[in-house]
């Protein structure tokens, strides 16, 4: 019986010192996170990824298949060596010959090798626009970190503004001037905040979690890149991305769309397309004309193979036509490629059409995202400012009760919560009107009306 309650004893002992180790570990984990981050500003950010990106270093190599693929479709035939030995009776007067056959491909190579360049000029394409593609994810991923970061420091500033309420309430019912419903409220609202931090906590995670996606750097370590702000700067130019002032005056859709679809990379690659597709279509056409395959060598005639009894030296020539389109002309292949002619016109309309609808709802979304910042600015953040600034004073002085003041202070944090959000969709619209364009700069200085 003691050692069963030794032995208990020891598993309590045991499972508590397990629980414990647990739960340090538990809480290392944030610490361990936060030592692995490293914080860099947006055009590092953007230099690293365009350096160390996979996708784009597997993007870049389809540009060196290309080029070896030049090569591949100049290249000449190999030439074959041919014996020709003939023995026994069937060798007498019969010469033996040895020589080189070489196929001559007749107006072939320069087709193909045509086809491979245009290839090779879409492969590049490709290139710069993934690379475009990579900056603006990165610089969006980058605004939207430091937007969370932003919202969760207004939300921590206003915990810290309720725990002051609630020392003041504390005191006043302590000197009996105040009531136990009031601690209560705000212990009720400090909670609520808690949860509202717990969750502003797991989307900052997984805006940088995004950040980091966007990066793809691929090192063996464990660092965490982080933005090196913590806060939405209140001026108009963020970092090294050129947005531009909220007052100024967005160019025509017109004059606008003209320019983008000038630049876009997505079309002229989908017109690249169209020419890659009429080149294919020669080389298809040029598979009907017959090849030419040449031969010679020496040729001679051993003395017991002669009728002279003599040595006889010599040579020999020959040619011959390969694949004459006479049982099958290529048809099929050739209606195929006329038809891809057909196919990467209707994609280039396509992709015309729908980067003009695309431009118009991201030149939309700016214009809309200018007015609610100018909204803000101007009217709801300097009047809720000063309207919670009056709420607290006559709180504190004992003119208005808490419900009051927790109302003026719910609705005041929602305030700067939403001009957050909108100061975050001003950059981020922004940065989808750049992705339109096609451009990693519009300067409407220059570009207005």
Request: with cysteine; glycine share 4%.
């Amino acid at each position: 019986m003691e050692k069963m309650k030794y032995n208990r004893k020891n598993n309590k002992h045991s499972i508590k010192y397990l629980f414990t180790a647990l739960l340090i570990l538990i809480m290392a984990l944030p610490v361990c996170a936060e030592e692995n981050l490293k914080k860099i500003d947006l055009d590092d950010a953007v230099a690293l990824s365009l350096s160390n990106n996979l996708d784009l270093q597997s993007a870049r190599i389809n540009v060196e298949l290309a080029k070896n693929d030049i090569k591949t479709a100049n290249r000449l035939q190999n030439p074959d060596i041919n014996i020709f030995y003939n023995y026994g009776s069937a060798g007498r007067s019969e010469p033996q010959q040895i020589g080189i056959s070489e196929l001559v491909e007749v107006a072939k190579r320069s087709p193909r090798k045509k086809l491979a360049k245009a290839n090779l000029y879409k492969k590049e394409l490709d290139v710069k626009l993934a690379e475009f593609t990579l900056e603006m994810d990165v610089r969006e991923t980058y605004v939207d970190l430091v937007g969370a970061k932003s919202v969760l420091a207004s939300l921590n500033e206003q915990k810290m503004f309720l725990k002051e309420l609630l020392e003041v309430a504390k005191k006043r019912l302590k000197s009996g001037s105040g009531s136990e419903i009031d601690v209560i409220q705000i212990e009720i609202a400090l909670n609520q905040m808690e949860t509202r931090i717990n969750s502003a906590k797991t989307v900052l995670r997984s805006a940088r979690n995004d950040f980091n996606k966007a990066l793809n750097v691929g090192e063996n370590s464990s660092v965490i890149y982080d933005t090196k702000e913590d806060m939405l700067p209140g001026e108009t130019v963020f970092i090294s991305l050129k947005t531009p002032d909220y007052n100024l005056k967005m160019p025509s859709f017109e004059l606008i769309a003209q320019k983008a679809l000038e630049k876009r990379l997505d079309i002229k690659a989908a017109a690249q397309d169209v020419e890659i597709a009429k080149k294919n279509l020669t080389v298809v056409e040029r598979q009907r004309i017959p090849d030419i395959e040449v031969s010679g060598g020496y040729a001679y005639l051993a003395k017991n193979h002669s009728d002279t009894g003599r040595y006889a030296p010599g040579a020999y020539a020959a040619a011959n036509l390969q694949n004459i389109p006479l049982l099958y002309a290529y048809k099929p292949e050739i209606k195929n490629a006329k038809l891809q002619i057909e196919q990467t016109k209707i994609n280039y309309e396509s992709a015309r059409n729908k980067a003009l609808k695309d431009l118009n709802s991201a030149y939309d979304r700016f214009l809309t995202s200018q007015v609610n910042l100018i909204f803000y600015k101007q009217k709801l953040i300097k009047d809720s400012e000063n309207l919670m600034k009056i709420s607290k004073k006559n709180y504190y002085e004992g003119k208005s009760d808490l419900t009051s003041v927790l109302v003026m202070e719910q609705a005041y944090g929602e305030i700067i919560i939403s001009y957050l959000n909108s100061l975050t969709d001003y950059y981020t619209d922004w940065i989808d009107f750049l992705r339109e364009v096609n451009s990693e700069e519009f300067v409407l200085e220059t570009e207005n009306i």
